[in-house]
């Protein structure tokens, strides 16, 4: 989990949600699959790498360290994890684009994407948390239990998208149908307290920790085990993993009130896994605390209050995981994330956005919100920024730049641009790029028969409204 938590990173989707004609764009909203030739097609690491991460300062520091050769010490993990007590939340996650193609037909659009997904929510905020990883005098109130919520989750998935849009340009659709093949995953529904019984004071959990993931024990000098490493002979097994099959479903839609105002909404990843292989479902035992290492309050309503002295239980707590193995299978559902975003064009170039942005996962849901302005320059140029709150980062300029010529499109940005700027007040980081090539781009639909047929010209359709009027078909978006 802790390796997770170094290494996840996180999609820039507040930057690049209403930039709808982008070409990874349904990945927001499936409603936007476009293609403004007949075939568009990308491939990674061109297709689309992005990363991103919160706690930048403690993770930047640590890698620095891990690229320089030298692996930090135990000290040094110890004060990071104390860092992750002073964050309400962490939600992090990577989605790079293996590869991706794209045909336009006279039907709507089609789509077929390999994606790698990975997802990383935790909240270790509160006293049994901080009396338990910090070292100093920390406290917490007895019988007090605390969720201790946790979710990682690695998988591919193999997508089929299509959209469609409305003979006048108003209502957008989009459904994507997803099979994922589930790498590894980390839920846990433990609960904990500090109880007393008979005297003695115990480190209580309930619940437990289900992983799918291949273990191998690693035996310390100290005698203890530490668990969570890879095992090494089954790394191209856990790459190639295809035994935990699941199937999922993002939906999308986008009406335009008028040619210049429009809302859109999506959900995306509405489904679940069943992990069947490697699994080690593991409960914590009882920890009895150390008499010599804390002191008792109790106040004049009989409330018990247990401080502990300059004494760090982390390293201790970690020997006392079960090493009873439950391989029963488990099914989970993924992170749910939906979209919302409203869209106002003040002229042909300038375009307000407002971008809302929710991940529901058991006990760890947020929220994200931006506001941006897009300007259009000349030669297929647009810039996207404005302002965005990030979970519980509240200083956050996201910026977006899109290019588009006939041979293709580039786009790269970030949800926060001050963390390259002012990077000691801000607390999230992230960078993207891609491009994408058109393919045949001198090939033309059937609805262009007047160019295969120089001296034939396609009758007009009007359409009418209840009124008797003539409706006129919206200009495309």
């Known amino acids: 989990m802790f390796a997770l938590t170094t290494f996840a990173k996180a999609q820039s989707s507040l930057a690049f949600y209403p930039l709808e004609d982008h070409f990874s764009s349904s990945a927001f909203n499936p409603a936007f699959l476009t293609s403004p030739k007949k075939f568009t097609f990308s491939i990674a690491p061109m297709g689309g790498t992005t990363i991103g991460y919160n706690n930048q300062a403690i993770i930047k520091d640590l890698l620095s360290q891990i690229l320089s050769g030298v692996p930090p010490g135990d000290d040094y993990y110890r004060e990071v994890l104390e860092s992750l007590t002073s964050k309400n939340m962490f939600n992090q996650s990577i989605e790079s684009s293996l590869l991706s193609f794209t045909m336009r037909t006279n039907m709507g659009f089609f789509n077929f994407r390999i994606k790698e997904t990975e997802s990383f929510s935790a909240s270790a905020k509160g006293d049994l948390m901080s009396f338990i990883l910090k070292e100093g005098i920390q406290s917490t109130v007895t019988e007090k239990i605390q969720d201790l919520p946790a979710q990682a989750v690695h998988f591919r998935e193999y997508s089929l998208g299509y959209s469609y849009k409305s003979a006048m340009n108003r209502f957008y659709a989009g459904i994507r149908t997803k099979l994922y093949f589930g790498k590894a995953a980390m839920y846990s529904s433990l609960s904990g307290s500090v109880n007393n019984e008979s005297g003695s004071y115990i480190l209580k959990t309930n619940g437990n920790v289900n992983i799918s993931f291949p273990e191998a024990e690693n035996k310390k000098d100290t005698g203890g085990t530490d668990i969570t490493k890879v095992s090494g002979t089954k790394i191209v097994d856990y790459l190639f993993n295809n035994g935990n099959v699941g199937l999922g479903v993002d939906l999308g839609f986008k009406y335009r009130f008028t040619p210049d105002i429009s809302f859109s909404m999506s959900i995306i990843d509405l489904g679940k896994i069943n992990w069947k292989t490697n699994l080690n479902t593991r409960k914590f035992r009882d920890f009895k605390l150390p008499e010599s290492s804390y002191s008792i309050i109790t106040d004049e309503i009989g409330v018990e209050t247990i ?171």
């Open 307 to 477: 401080a502990k002295f300059d004494y760090a239980y982390s390293d201790s707590i970690a020997d006392y995981l079960d090493k009873n193995i439950d391989t029963t299978s488990f099914s989970k559902p993924l992170p749910l994330t939906v979209y919302a975003g409203f869209k106002f064009r003040l002229n042909p170039k300038v375009t307000i956005s407002l971008t809302d942005k929710l991940v529901l996962v058991k006990g760890l849901n947020y929220n994200s919100f931006s506001a941006t302005a897009n300007i259009d320059f000349k030669r297929g140029l647009s810039v996207s920024t404005g302002y965005s709150v990030i979970g519980d980062s509240y200083f956050n300029i996201p910026v977006a730049v899109f290019f588009k010529k006939d041979f293709g499109q580039i786009y790269f940005g970030t949800d926060n641009i001050a963390s390259f700027i002012l990077p000691s007040i801000s607390d999230y980081a992230s960078f993207s790029f891609g491009t994408c090539f058109y393919l045949f781009k001198n090939s033309r639909t059937r609805s262009n028969s007047q160019v295969d047929y120089p001296f034939f010209k396609p009758r007009k359709i009007k359409r009418y409204g209840k009124g008797g009027r003539i409706a006129v078909p919206y200009p495309e978006s």
